[in-house]
């Protein structure tokens, strides 16, 4: 049994508490320390999240014993994800298109990983269908430089229609214009972080009124990612919500914590407790959280790139 130093994310506050081994596993709790019982070398979080990934496309078993404890699947087939001990496991199911529309052209699109809609009555088939699965969300594609785009006004039947649900769009916005139209449009968070155009100070202030974002700006290179890391500096200097997500699947992506999206959003100017808010972390007194811990660390210091998961040996050091 250790004193321990542990995260409340949703405070954003370090807490003193109490870790013991139980059934083989390391429980936190809340209660004081006693007076003279040893501390635990470094400090506590739940393990992280990646908000966006598609699991059909990576070899899943590096993420059971990885720094991430959740992940929210933008895109697969209905039924097709597999189960990852210590793993929570969100999902859209399959992308919302028009007939033609991204992605149903590319030759990585799973089968079943998207709906072709072309009314509001196939919209709500579809939202009906992804709930039913079990889906925390829908996600729309909005890629203007791959195809045909939703009208306004099928966009914004298919958010009324999730939200009658108890469901928000994400949106896949890529092309000029995009990322403010499926905003006005009522879509709740952005799959990537705007990287098609610089958006003005008065279009970052009404997204930061409305929608959040998933940063996935490792992916970029070059002039796309620089435009991608000032949109999101800016966003997050204006009081905009964050999330770290990767888009792990597209392309030779790390299966666990990637170190380039790290950097990419300290780039941007989150860092500090506000990088491990975007990362997300569950939380350490739910005795079905994984834990991570960061050796050597005070609530300061924390590094998500050093952190490693909390074993029971790590009680007994």
């Not at 990362?279 to 790139?305: M, N």
Request: proline letters at 7%; aromatic letters at 6%; a negative charge.
């Amino acid at each position: 049994m250790r004193a321990v130093t542990w995260l409340d994310r949703r405070r954003r506050s370090w807490h003193d508490g109490v870790a013991r081994v139980i059934d083989g596993h390391v429980v936190v709790t809340d209660e004081t320390p006693a007076s003279g019982l040893p501390g635990l070398d470094g400090v506590v979080t739940g393990a992280l999240t990646d908000a966006h990934v598609h699991l059909a496309l990576v070899d899943l078993a590096p993420l059971a014993t990885s720094a991430l404890g959740m992940v929210l699947d933008l895109g697969s087939a209905l039924g097709s994800l597999a189960p990852v001990p210590g793993v929570t496991i969100r999902f859209a199911g399959a992308f919302f298109t028009p007939p033609g529309g991204y992605p149903s052209d590319r030759a990585w699109t799973p089968t079943g990983s998207f709906r072709e809609i072309s009314d509001a009555e196939a919209a709500a088939s579809a939202v009906a269908e992804m709930k039913d699965a079990g889906a925390t969300c829908i996600k729309v594609a909005s890629n203007r430089t791959a195809g045909p785009v939703f009208s306004d006004e099928l966009f914004a039947e298919i958010v009324r229609i999730a939200a009658s649900e108890g469901l928000t769009v994400v949106a896949h916005a890529e092309g000029p214009g995009e990322a403010q139209r499926v905003a006005r449009l009522g879509a709740g968070v952005l799959a990537h972080a705007p990287f098609s155009e610089r958006l003005t100070d008065a279009e970052i202030t009404a997204q930061v009124a409305s929608v959040r974002w998933i940063s996935t700006l490792a992916i970029h290179e070059g002039e796309t990612y620089d435009i991608a890391v000032d949109n999101v500096r800016r966003f997050h200097a204006a009081g905009g919500t964050v999330h770290y997500g990767t888009d792990m699947g597209n392309g030779p992506t790390p299966v666990g914590l990637n170190p380039r999206e790290v950097a990419a959003l300290r780039d941007a100017g989150i860092d500090g407790a506000d990088l491990l808010s975007a990362l997300s972390p569950g939380d350490p007194l739910d005795a079905a959280t994984r834990l991570l811990l960061y050796p050597g660390a005070t609530p300061e210091t924390a590094d998500p790139l050093l952190a490693r998961p909390l074993t029971p040996a790590d009680l007994e050091a």
